[in-house]
């Protein structure tokens, strides 16, 4: 996704923001194989930033285990399945990853909106079409609070996971803003259409 980031300190290797992402995963000190930080990632950070694929996963966690920031070791699997290989991260990752989120710069969001696109031109389309579009944006994003209010709701009591608890109900509230904001919308087109009948 983003650049590489050099954290400010130049014994540290920059590493792009999905090395953080995924060193992040493994900062509340459980043991993950690469299938349980997808599955992590997929049910947290896409909620709020974005979900690396297995490819993308493994690559990084190759990168960090290079630069001494994770340990790996393979497991017998109870399931009588092969070994899986599981990731943990180091004292170094630790300090590099608590290093990058207190020094390293805030990459301001940018906006990559598909429906504000299409409705930008609007000149182009019928109206069915903007609210069929604004339609199916307004589900998705009432599924995704859905999804991130039963994720405030499960979220682990302990203190670790205090801050990933409060960023999930800020996905909740962004979702819910999404949704209203496509209602306004579609009440926007439908006064446009009155005006211009």
Do not use: C
């Amino acid at each position: 996704m983003a650049g590489a980031v050099n954290t400010g300190d130049a014994e540290r290797p920059a590493l792009p923001a999905t090395s953080w992402a995924v060193l992040g995963l493994l900062s509340f000190g459980e043991e993950l194989s690469g299938y349980d930080l997808k599955k992590w990632s997929d049910g947290s950070l896409r909620l709020f930033y974005w979900s690396p694929s297995f490819s993308q996963i493994y690559g990084e966690l190759k990168r960090l285990e290079k630069v001494g920031y994770v340990s790996s070791r393979m497991v017998a699997q109870e399931t009588g399945n092969r070994d899986k290989r599981v990731y943990v991260i180091t004292d170094e990752g630790m300090a590099a990853v608590r290093h990058w989120a207190r020094e390293a710069p805030v990459e301001p969001p940018v906006l990559k909106h598909g429906v504000m696109l299409r409705l930008w031109l609007g000149h182009l389309l019928e109206a069915d079409r903007m609210r069929e579009v604004l339609g199916r944006h307004r589900e998705y994003a009432e599924t995704m609070r859905q999804r991130a209010e039963v994720d405030v709701a499960g979220a682990h009591a302990e203190e670790a996971w205090a801050y990933p608890s409060l960023v999930l109900k800020w996905s909740e509230r962004y979702y819910t803003a999404e949704r209203d904001l496509a209602d306004a919308m579609l009440a926007d087109l439908e006064e446009r259409d009155r005006r211009h009948l």
